[in-house]
């Protein structure tokens, strides 16, 4: 029994685990200099995205560059003013950002927040300097709609009633025996 209850725990929290970095967006190599994309969430959405660069030199990661995430827009499909002045009112949020070293402690990385405003089709640019070269990596993207709340919320929200009911289990349980 508890090798099944472990498992079913195991199985429903692995769905909700993210990694570093989230999903990569665009990977390129000149002069074997490895440039790696990611952004976090994934698929983008209107509102604040991480966006987060990874630079190697063959195998070896290499922390003194700069990378400028830009995102323009190519076809906006449906635009929500609320989210352009609430990205506008966050401190260090915009469509182009500096990407500085990674807040979540991933010292690998060089992460830059960028506020969408609209949904619909969008160009994510990224410029990294490194060694005195220049790279610029191009991608098309689709950005999403704002996800529900709820929606989004709904596995944390759930823990509560589910502890809740596991401890009263376990407590008709115990009386049995």
Same mark, same amino acid.
């Given at each position: 029994?508890? @090798?099944?209850? @472990?498992?079913?725990?195991?199985?429903?929290?692995?769905?909700?685990?993210w990694? &570093?970095?989230g999903?990569?967006?665009?990977r390129?190599?000149?002069?074997?200099?490895v440039?790696?994309?990611?952004?976090?969430?994934? =698929?983008?959405?209107?509102?604040?995205?991480?966006?987060?660069?990874?630079?190697?030199?063959?195998?070896?990661?290499?922390?003194?560059?700069?990378?400028?995430?830009t995102?323009?827009?190519?076809?906006? @499909?449906?635009? %929500?003013d609320?989210?352009?002045?609430?990205?506008?009112?966050?401190?260090?949020?915009? #469509?182009?950002?500096?990407?500085v070293?990674?807040?979540?402690?991933?010292?690998? #990385?060089?992460?830059?927040?960028?506020?969408? =405003?609209?949904?619909?089709?969008?160009?994510?640019?990224? &410029?990294?300097?490194? &060694?005195?070269?220049?790279?610029?990596?191009?991608? =098309?993207?689709?950005?999403? =709609?704002?996800?529900?709340?709820?929606?989004?919320?709904w596995?944390?929200?759930?823990?509560?009633?589910?502890?809740?009911?596991?401890?009263?289990?376990?407590?008709?349980?115990? %009386?049995?025996?």
């Open positions: 029994m508890k @090798t099944a209850l @472990t498992l079913v725990i195991w199985l429903v929290g692995s769905g909700m685990a990694a &570093d970095g999903v990569v967006l665009a390129d190599e000149r002069d074997g200099i440039v790696t994309v990611f952004a976090a969430p994934f =698929p983008l959405h209107v509102g604040a995205n991480d966006v987060s660069v990874l630079v190697q030199k063959g195998r070896e990661v290499v922390g003194d560059f700069s990378a400028r995430v995102l323009r827009p190519v076809e906006i @499909t449906e635009s %929500r609320e989210w352009l002045e609430l990205c506008n009112t966050l401190n260090g949020i915009g #469509l182009t950002g500096e990407a070293p990674s807040a979540q402690g991933n010292r690998l #990385l060089r992460s830059a927040w960028i506020g969408l =405003p609209a949904s619909g089709r969008w160009e994510v640019s990224v &410029d990294v300097a490194v &060694d005195g070269r220049s790279f610029a990596i191009r991608r =098309p993207v689709d950005v999403k =709609p704002p996800p529900n709340p709820w929606a989004a919320w596995p944390f929200l759930a823990m509560v009633p589910a502890v809740v009911g596991l401890y009263v289990w376990r407590q008709r349980l115990r %009386r049995r025996n």
